[in-house]
């Protein structure tokens, strides 16, 4: 009998971790090599399947493949691409059914947020009403911890450590040139929805910050803001600001949005973060210094979690292991049992339930001001930003790994993705 | 006979191991107790000596002294005050004497830039003038690695750490997203006058990333900096520019004033970094993502270069020595004997050769095009990334140190600062 292959692809924005999952799918689909075939990965994600462009992983050895648990980004490439419905577009799907017949393939994990496993619910639907045997398993991947059903999402836990180390790193810096200089810093994160990340701006409050939280949760109250960062910079001489790139006036427009033109008549180009520091000039006269980390917070790999790159790694395993039991149409989650000592187990979620639903932090996670977090929202992070797990380093860089990326032979005709 | 006792401050923008000087300086004196007295520190640097501010180290604990060598930021307070000349303001430099003479200090180590070493030298040249034995040791610090007679700067080495590291990450991300989504990722380091730290965004061409630098060094050829972004892109299919804050147009402006105003007329937020991905935006289309680093790249110390933060506390270290050994009016020096292995020694330079004097980069450390390092510009930047030399953690951050920092009671009327 016929081993039957594996595919894996990764979906939209990378993280730091995402790479530790495909490292989990990968060894244990290896180590069970008397019941998965070969394992294919999408180049550029769900794209490489379409395109019939897949990446044989077996032509990688198992050290290039271990590299992938300390190398960010996505090691087959990604996509932002966006399957239509069944109704408007099924001849995507009936491709990606065809591409996966034509390739032995089995099993389909893919790793993504919200949208893949809407995705990968279909596709295990589509499956069956075509008579084709699919296993689909979602391993769940954002940074914005935005995914229903699991405690948390691997590749935030990193951001947010990023975030706190940075701002504290940063707080530190300002309240040494506060006297003479700068008394404000803003650092702008990303969380076009949900103010996770910028939460974890918060757990530096704990060793005597002065920090100000500007989440997309709470509509921007110009005023409020204003007066917070006074009493601040009164009370400890200087502040910092992390203020989410989703942050919104009340009508809805984002901060960044200011209206404004350069001199070509082009709009705007700045972010939240400059917007912020120039009202607080205006405002109170303060110096400021504002930062944006944009890619450098998702890609930080050299400062992740090693919560974060274990839960990433197990999840992957989790996935391979659920296939390998029958499971289908799933998502390996993380179940939170305590918070300290941390504790939690991985369990298991149907799609139907996770795909295209967006989890925001509860208002209790926000402190009754609006600018900062709750001792509950910190007891949740905390846990997710334990320990650190360092990448190798040669020449003072540290060594990532470029996998060889070679392409499958394809077996079938061209397929136009419109 | 009564000790001398010795006064440290720190000068300017601080970095990510400015206190390991700091460290240096006082671990030494109290090592030489027999001939050192107390170590005074400036509350935010030499503005502490003019107000009659003195923080009395000698409260601090071992411990609290040791931690200084892994905490970012200047622990005493810095501060951006540049003493008048002596002619303009002679009352200053005899205050600042009055109170070393009220506090019997007769050693002055002062841990800053170009500007600092200048203070350093009048003082001592004014000390010998009033007839008061002060011996004043300047302990180079500076980013922006600009001093004269000396290899390097300490706090350059780590900046270029954080810099080649994080353009290396956010490559990596940048090329998996290519394919449907960001092409062109630009980074925005310091450096107003000289390109050092942006050089060091080229180190990361020797891992097969394509990579754009723009120097202050080098006016703004739009054309050119066009061409070689859509060359870079159509080859690799995306590419990172790093961009210093300083680069400018041929005529001098810098490339963050475009003249633009936002909807209240205010003059444009943004730095360099949004202006050039805007840029390449109109001129090839292509989606892209900026940041801007700021403060994060200076005060980063939980990715700090282990040659950096152990040159800082021998320099700090040597300059307490030099001190005891009788010299005045010098600052020690990193003095290279091989590139690879990389080997260095201490030297000595005198302060009148190093006052307000800017060492910018080499034309040969900067390719023929103007966009890239040169491989001798390799050479030299190299050795000063190497090693890792991680803070504790506790809680999932870094545990940095901030100090009692207890004034000693004033024996002097106050004195205005103008």
Redesign the interface.
């Known amino acids: 009998m016929t081993l039957l292959n594996a595919f894996y692809a ?1 979906s939209g ?2 993280t ?1 971790v995402i790479n530790a999952s495909a490292c989990g799918v990968i060894e244990t689909a290896r180590r069970h090599g008397d019941r998965i075939g070969q394992v294919f990965a999408g180049r ?1 994600g769900i ?1 490489g399947a379409l395109a019939e462009d897949l990446i044989d992983t077996g032509l990688e050895s198992a050290e290039a493949i271990a590299a992938l648990r300390t ?5 087959f ?5 966006k399957l239509k419905s069944l109704e408007k577009n099924r001849r995507e799907y009936e491709r990606l059914i065809e591409v996966f017949k034509a390739h032995g393939i089995g099993y389909f994990f893919y790793n993504g947020g919200g949208d893949s496993a809407d995705t990968c619910f279909k596709m295990s639907q589509l499956s069956q009403s075509m008579g084709y045997a699919l296993q689909a398993i979602h391993v769940p991947k954002t940074i914005d911890n935005d995914l229903p059903l699991t405690d948390c999402c691997p590749g935030f836990g990193s951001v947010a ?1 990023y975030v ?3 701002a ?3 707080s ?11 008394k404000v ?1 803003v ?1 702008e994160v990303m969380g076009r929805h949900a103010g996770w990340i910028a939460a974890a701006g918060g ?2 409050e704990s ?2 910050i002065p920090v100000v939280i500007l989440f997309p949760e709470i509509p921007f109250d110009r005023p409020a803001f204003i007066a917070r960062v006074d009493a601040l910079v009164k009370q400890h001489g200087y502040c910092t600001v992390v203020v989410s790139e989703g942050c919104h006036h009340p009508d809805g427009t984002f901060l960044a949005e ?6 070509f008549g ?1 709009a ?4 939240a ?3 912020v ?2 009202m607080v000039k ?1 405002a109170l006269g303060h110096k400021f ?8 917070q ?6 992740a ?1 090693a919560t974060d790159v274990r839960q990433a790694y197990e999840l992957g395993q989790r996935a391979v292991e659920l296939a390998l039991e029958g499971r289908n149409a799933v998502m390996p989650t993380i179940e939170r049992t305590a918070d300290e000592p941390y504790a939690y187990r991985i369990g298991v979620a149907p799609l139907d339930q996770v795909a295209n639903t967006e989890k925001f932090m509860p208002r209790d996670f926000i402190s009754a001001d609006g600018f900062g977090i709750s001792d509950k929202c910190r007891r949740y992070l ?1 846990p997710l ?4 797990d ?1 990448p190798a ?1 040669a ?4 060594v ?1 790994v ?1 996998l060889k990326n070679q392409a499958v032979a394809k077996k079938l005709p061209a397929f136009e993705i419109v």
């Open positions: 990764q924005g990378v730091s550029n794209l190398t960010p980004s996505g090691a490439g990604s996509c932002r691409y450590k706190a180390v940075s504290l790193e940063a530190f810096d300002v309240r040494s040139m506060a006297a003479t200089s700068t810093f650092l757990l530096i060793q005597g200011q209206g404004s033109k350069d001199a082009h705007q180009l700045g972010g973060a400059p917007v520091a120039q205006e210094h504002w930062a944006v980390a944009d890619y450098l998702r890609a930080a790999r050299h400062i979690s905390l930003i334990q320990g650190e360092y380093y020449g003072g860089l540290p990532y470029s």
